[in-house]
Nanobody, 117 residues
Framework: QVQLVESGGGLVQPGGSLRLSCVAS????????VYWYRQPPGKERELVAQ????????KYTDPVKDRFTISRDNAKNTAYLQMNDLKPEDTAMYYC??????????WGQGTQVTVSS
């Protein structure tokens, strides 16, 4: 069964850290560009970070630059989003997605991140 499963979300105080994981099954994640999106309450989903399949080059949306790091461990078929110095405005449902040329995009079910004191 082809699926992506996110984990690692939770409640954290401002300034804290979380590491989100995205585990792929049923396909080789190494062949796919991986994206992390988030959807804050009442707002549209936005792209947070991406990492390409071959070169592993990364891109980030400006609000998370220098705080978030996307990475992948192809041996574990897993991608990660390390989030440091979290802010209340980072509160959202976080989703991972994987896309390869010529294939459909796969999505996980999401993991909730809440930043609050």
């Amino acid at each position: 069964q082809v699926q992506l499963v996110e984990s690692g979300g939770g409640l954290v105080q401002p300034g804290g850290s979380l590491r989100l994981s995205c585990v792929a099954s049923g396909f080789a994640l190494t062949l796919y560009t991986v994206y992390w999106y988030r959807q804050p309450p009442g707002k549209e989903r936005e792209l947070v970070a991406q990492i390409t399949s071959v070169s592993g080059s990364t891109k980030y949306t400006d609000p998370v630059k220098d705080r978030f790091t996307i990475s992948r461990d192809n041996a574990k078929n897993t991608a990660y989003l390390q989030m440091n110095d979290l802010k209340p405005e980072d509160t959202a449902m976080y989703y991972c997605s994987a896309k390869s040329v010529g294939d459909r995009a796969y999505w996980g079910q999401g993991t909730q991140v809440t930043v609050s004191s």
